[in-house]
């Protein structure tokens, strides 16, 4: 298999090493009470910066620095800092420091470091994903061509996918879990689905579907690049499917930080097509 020169880098080196830096910002901030405080700055994907989300983007900066000065050129597309340019914009990395941050701040199990290279300017570029789920300790990876893993483990033959008797797929994760959205989407998800998880991090969500641990997985909203971008590739490598709906190609949402389509993930073209149908989608 011929990799991209962008690969000739210790990616999964670094994604490792901020990983454990995430998890020291976590120790140091042990408490619901410490990880609810604001630094008072608005991130570049709009939301409210927590100061773990800024402790931990430094812990990924300080590693991508690092790869910076060993040689490797790319623009970062990063939740917190926005755009930021290492030298090279026809190699993007993008970056989710926490996914989830509203579960790490109440105590919730699943966040996770979220990294993706790309090659170009769509999902469909994506050539490396790495999703550390700080929660269970849990590293999914893929690269493009060469699989996806799980702790090193090659996702080789996951489980197929479960259906009720009556034809519905036995569980399918949600994410953007508004009320408002789930009301839209009720009726069609009790006609796709006999039961729903709402993980609280949408890259956890679609990594579930690598392994067949949920059926099928519909954002009920617009997703963001910087939480979708590396478990899309991992769904894909593991021989699943993934579709960035309203996109006139199915991978060819933009790898930028505004929300612009819902994403959807199943094992099999069939299921992708029933979960393309939610209203809400």
């Known amino acids: 298999m011929t990799l991209h020169p962008a690969l000739d880098h210790d990616w999964l080196g670094a994604c490792r090493r901020a990983a454990d830096g995430l998890r020291g910002v976590l120790r140091e901030h042990p408490t619901s009470r410490e990880r609810v405080i604001e630094t ?6 709009g ?21 910076y000065d ?22 993007l990395v993008v970056v989710d420091p926490i996914d989830g941050s509203l579960n790490a701040k109440r105590g919730l199990s699943h966040h996770a470091l979220s990294v993706a290279v790309a090659t170009g300017t769509t999902m469909a570029d994506v050539v490396f994903g790495f999703v550390y789920d700080l929660g269970p300790g849990e590293e999914w990876r893929a690269v493009a061509g060469g699989g996806a893993f799980l702790n090193d483990v090659r996702i080789d033959h996951p489980p197929p996918e479960r259906r009720t008797e009556d034809g519905r797929l036995e569980i399918v994760a949600i994410e953007s879990a508004n009320p408002y959205w789930l009301a839209r989407s009720s009726d069609d998800l009790v006609r796709v689905t006999r039961r729903i998880r ?12 690598a392994e067949t641990r949920v059926d099928g997985m519909a954002s009920l909203w617009k997703c963001r690049a910087v939480d979708a971008a590396a478990a899309q590739l991992i769904v894909r490598e593991s ?10 190609d199915p991978l060819g949402a933009p790898l930028d930080l505004a929300p612009h389509a819902p994403v959807i993930a199943a094992r099999t073209p069939e299921s992708l097509a029933q979960l393309r149908e939610l209203p809400a989608v």
């Open 40 to 45: 008072g700055d608005t991130g570049g994907g």
């Open 47 to 67: 939301d409210r910066t927590l100061v773990i989300d800024a402790e931990a983007e430094n812990r990924v900066f300080d590693e991508l620095q690092q790869l």
């Open 70 to 91: 060993g040689g490797a050129r790319f623009t970062v597309v990063s939740e917190e800092r926005g755009v930021v340019d290492f030298g090279d914009d026809g190699v």
């Open 198 to 209: 709402a993980i609280g991090s949408l890259a956890v969500s679609l990594c579930q579907v």
């Open 239 to 248: 021989g699943g499917e993934v579709a960035f709906v309203g996109c006139d």
